[in-house]
């Protein structure tokens, strides 16, 4: 009898563990991505757009690619690497489809930290330039790169990690506030670290706490040290690219092919100063010699990693939280879905890769995804036809940007930083929205200002955690109402046959970032099923209230769902007399929900809606005005709804 037992569970067990060539082919579509939308890429639809993209990105790439690097204080060419390698890694393993990887400003600001500490501008000296190096670039050159690679290597695998422990899940607590404030604090710190080059001043490397005040208190003291003719470039350099880059955005729907004007500018600026010697004759510093061809690929130096920690944290953490704000922004606007665990194994290969070909740490940038976005890309094909062309500027064209001023590079970088700064205008919305969520912001700017970007993002979580857990004990618990009641009610006042298009649904928690996504998906599938039936109801009393999001838990909502309306056009009635506090994450999914719900011809009314509810709502989204969507109560809504079909039904018999 043992024997038989024991034979049992050994079939079991081998059940339960012999993996199957479908449950393979499944997994390999999950962790690579490009698997699953390469075999179905049209060519026909597809390429034009895409090779035209990549050509615009390509653009990007170079000249973001020469700036970051400087800003990560290596030398220029390794920020073409950068721009290379993580591109290639992302097109395969990364699901967002208009998310241009490679160099990021702030990555690379926090990877300058780690650099200047661990390889200071005083040792330069000490070194000199070696044939027997990579490249022929000087000991001091490559002692640096070693610590960026450094930071690069443990970022990703602290991503990895990340992946492994299945960690995506919890970044719904870095909130939308939290990342805008950060990220705008950390271009604010960019655009600082840029001040010397913009002046042409000579000036030590100033970090750590309040350092962004120490950059301004020496700028100030120094002030006759400012070079006249860098300050008047850069000046210029800025106009110029604010302005066609405004004038490309205005009429971007009637050319065909925006003006690469980084392009344009860096060909300009350095034929100038090539011309007219302006590095003896004013002084100006330039890119300096850009090596050709990629170097052999070389493993990390391990012996720095413990003295990187703190630096490879921030980055696998920044730049995961600003790829990850992209990806969905992307996602959202072209309707299709990522996984947050696979952005992280996404960008942790990317960065682990990269690191062994000299790469400097990498995460997506918004103004490389914003450029795919206004230039039409469809897929990754874009990125990668990119990187076709990023090879030809290592390969080719690289050296002819020796005479490069640095102050346009720090122009370039100062105005492509303009999609984050201008994000202080969303102070006016969160304030309108929620007050707590405007204070947030203000003080995880001033956090990330004050000490850095990965210090301001910590501090932004662990405050919103803390007001969120302040807040949900506060909350009132309201009774749901008795469905027997809402039946004889609704009966008594109103005829079945309206009753069929009708589906109420009560709101009985608070609706914040916590359990906004859980809302939305619980919501979508009751649609989608009532959408997948045919059969018509035969009775209100299969029209059920569903209570959803249990906030603070993990279980899921109350799936008896009904039979589905008819097949005309159906009516959803949110009930929110249980709504007792939102936050701006909650009013941007009702919001959502709204317009989805729209273009699945599906009406939504909200009943009991508080002030403040009506007033955030209105005021973030374009919601329809000729048609009201806010009531008092469930039967003021039902009564809406009865008496629109009343409407309809005599315009019908007025046409016939």
């Known amino acids: 009898m043992t024997g038989a037992k024991k034979k049992k569970k050994s079939m079991l ?66 920020g073409l690497y950068g721009s290379l390698f993580p591109a290639i890694i992302y097109a395969i393993f990364g699901m967002g489809r208009h998310v241009a990887t490679g160099t990021f400003a702030l990555t690379s600001l926090i990877s300058a930290n780690a650099v200047e500490r661990i390889v200071p501008q005083n040792i330069q000296n000490l070194t000199t330039p070696s044939n027997t190096s990579v490249l022929g670039l000087s000991d001091f050159e490559m002692q640096r790169i070693h610590v960026a690679v450094a930071v690069s290597f443990l970022g990703g695998v602290i991503q990895v990690a990340m992946f492994v422990l299945q960690l995506g899940s919890a970044t719904f607590v870095v909130t939308e506030p939290v990342i805008s404030a950060m990220t705008t604090g950390a271009a604010t710190h960019v655009v600082t670290s840029q001040v010397k080059y913009l002046l042409g001043m000579k000036m030590p490397y100033i970090s750590g706490p309040l350092g962004f005040f120490y950059i301004y208190a020496y700028v100030f003291e120094n002030i006759k040290s400012v070079r006249l003719e860098a300050l008047l470039l850069s000046l210029l350099s800025i106009v110029v690219l604010v302005l066609v880059k405004e004038l490309n955005e205005q009429f971007k729907r009637k050319i065909k092919v925006v003006l690469p004007v980084d392009l344009v500018l860096i060909i300009a600026a350095s034929f100038a100063c090539y011309c007219t010697n302006m590095e003896s004759t004013y002084g100006l510093e330039v890119v300096g010699h850009i090596p050709q061809g990629i170097p052999s690929p070389r493993a990390p130096p391990m012996n720095i990693l413990s003295a990187v920690i703190t630096e490879a944290f921030g980055v696998a ?76 500027v290592i390969y080719a064209i690289g050296p002819l940007l020796y005479w490069l001023p640095m102050c346009v590079l720090a122009s370039i970088i100062v105005v492509g930083l303009k999609g984050m700064l201008i994000q202080f205008r969303d102070l006016k919305k969160y304030w309108n929205v929620d007050k707590i969520d ?191 969507i806010f009531f008092e109560s469930v039967s003021a809504a039902i009564s809406h709804i009865h008496s629109n079909k009343n409407l309809s039904k005599l315009s019908d018999h007025s046409e016939v």
Request: hydrophobic share 40%; net charge neutral.
């Open 13 to 78: 067990w081998g059940k339960m563990h012999t993996p199957q060539c479908e449950d393979i082919i499944q997994w390999c579509r999950r962790r690579l991505p490009i698997l699953d939308w390469a075999p179905h890429y049209n060519l026909k639809e597809n390429l034009l757009p895409d090779t035209v993209s990549g050509i615009m990105l390509a653009v990007q790439q170079v000249t973001q690619g020469l700036a970051f690097a400087v800003l990560s204080s290596v030398h220029p060419v390794f």
């Open 317 to 392: 953490l920044v730049g995961y939280v600003a790829s990850l704000a992209l990806a969905q922004g992307s996602a959202k606007k072209f309707k299709y879905s990522i996984d947050d665990n696979q952005e992280f194994l996404a960008h942790g290969l990317s960065n682990i890769v990269s690191s062994f070909f000299f790469c400097i740490p990498s995460a997506a940038a918004m103004g490389r995804t914003a450029g795919l976005y206004s230039t039409g890309a469809k897929t990754q094909v874009a990125c990668l036809i990119s990187c076709i062309f990023v090879l030809i």
């Open 438 to 628: 405007w204070g947030i912001w203000v003080s995880t700017y001033v956090f990330t200002i004050c000490f850095a970007a990965n210090v301001g993002l910590l501090f932004g979580v662990v405050c919103t955690i803390a007001i969120v857990i302040g807040r949900f004990p506060r909350a009132m618990t309201l009774s749901i109402k008795n469905m027997k009641e809402m039946e004889f009610k609704v009966k008594t006042e109103m005829d079945s046959e309206t009753l069929q298009q009708v589906k109420i649904i009560s709101i009985n928690n608070p609706l914040v970032f916590l359990n906004a996504k859980k809302f939305y998906t619980d919501l979508m599938n009751i649609i989608q099923k009532e959408n997948a039936c045919n059969q018509p109801l035969d009775d209100i009393s299969k029209c059920e209230q569903n209570t959803l999001l249990n906030s603070l838990s993990n279980g899921n909502c109350n799936e008896e769902v009904s039979q589905s309306c008819p097949n005309e056009k159906c009516s959803l009635i949110l009930d929110c007399s249980g709504f007792t506090f939102f936050d701006y994450s909650g009013v941007s999914m009702l919001v959502e929900v709204y317009m989805d719900c729209k273009g699945r011809s599906v009406d939504v009314l909200l009943a009991h809606c508080t002030a403040s509810l009506i007033k955030g709502m209105t005021y973030y989204g374009n919601l329809d005005s000729e048609k009201p």
